[in-house]
Nanobody, 129 residues
Framework: QVQLVESGGGSVQAGGSLRLACTASSITYSSACMGWFRQVPGKEREAVAGIGHSNRSATYYTDSVKGRFTISRDNAKSTVYLQMDNLKPEDTGMYYC?????????????????????WGQGTQVTVSS
């Protein structure tokens, strides 16, 4: 049974940093595209960042986090990270890790939540002004 377990959420003030981690089990990790999504109550789940199959793969970001967030992965640890710097109140939300098997992780597909098969339980990020 595939499991994705997120950690690292919390409460910070605007301008602060957090590092999220998501560890996968029972998955061929080096064949999986990984992504981070976030959701606030009453809104649709939003793609935040995505990364290809390897540690050196291309990365993808939604415009609002470019230059502030960095996604990375360590295939030896089956873990994907999201380093979040200069956090803003609008970054508040539940952050979810997602995985899918696909030949390509880029193009427009990285941000399509319905294309991901596996999801974590989420970790809350709260940024206060």
């Amino acid at each position: 049974q595939v499991q994705l377990v997120e950690s690292g959420g919390g409460s910070v003030q605007a301008g602060g940093s957090l590092r999220l981690a998501c560890t996968a089990s029972s998955i061929t990790y080096s064949s999986a595209c990984m992504g981070w999504f976030r959701q606030v109550p009453g809104k649709e789940r939003e793609a935040v960042a995505g990364i290809g199959h390897s540690n050196r793969s291309a990365t993808y970001y939604t415009d609002s986090v470019k230059g502030r967030f960095t996604i990375s992965r360590d295939n030896a640890k089956s873990t994907v990270y999201l380093q979040m710097d200069n956090l803003k109140p609008e970054d508040t939300g539940m952050y979810y890790c997602a995985a899918k098997y696909a030949w390509t992780c880029g193009g427009g597909s990285w941000s399509v939540s319905s294309s991901y098969k596996y999801w974590g339980q989420g970790t809350q990020v709260t940024v206060s002004s």
